[in-house]
């Protein structure tokens, strides 16, 4: 193991996303390995049993493998923006929780043994009203600067968004809307969405930011 953190990460996961948007704004430089989710390296395996990302592997040994873990660890270490000043754990719970729940139904409603995801779209709804009421009065869940909040949510909403864009468009969302798109076309997002090779034993090491 090397000196410099390993992110074990895969481009499109939201999960990975958040961790990845936390680092890359801390300023904290990882080796990041991108993953292949039907090819898993062995060196994953055995850093995580739940054989998901992202994982982080620090020097010391210790093993970060739930990603809001990730991203108070790094913003622990640098929070230039002070996202750490601004977590909303109850809609951060509903996001992960319910909202999440309700969105994998809708995105894949064959996996779940379902003709349509649509009762799942309507459930997922109340989530993205209670944002749109938080964003009536100020442009992010933080206030006037984006925080942990958002960007701990956001990519679950531009996932949820994308399965079905001119639905989301027509909905009464206007200050979600803005949100959404504000965060997803931002630098940082830009940054964080950078297309990596599959890492694989060998090779030589990739760092982020």
Known sequence: MTDRPILYSFRRCPYAMRARMAIAVSGVHVELREVVLRDKPPELREASPKETVPVLALSDGTVLQESLDIMRWALGRSDPEGWLE?????????????????????????RYGLADGLAHRDSAGTHLETLENALVSSPYLAGPRRGFTDIATVPFVRQFAATDADWFAAQPWPALQVWLETLATSRLFAQIMTRYPQWKHGDLPTYFP
């Open 86 to 110: 601004h977590i909303d754990k109850d809609l951060i719970v509903d996001n992960d929780g319910p909202f999440k729940h309700a969105l994998d139904r809708y995105k894949y409603p064959h």
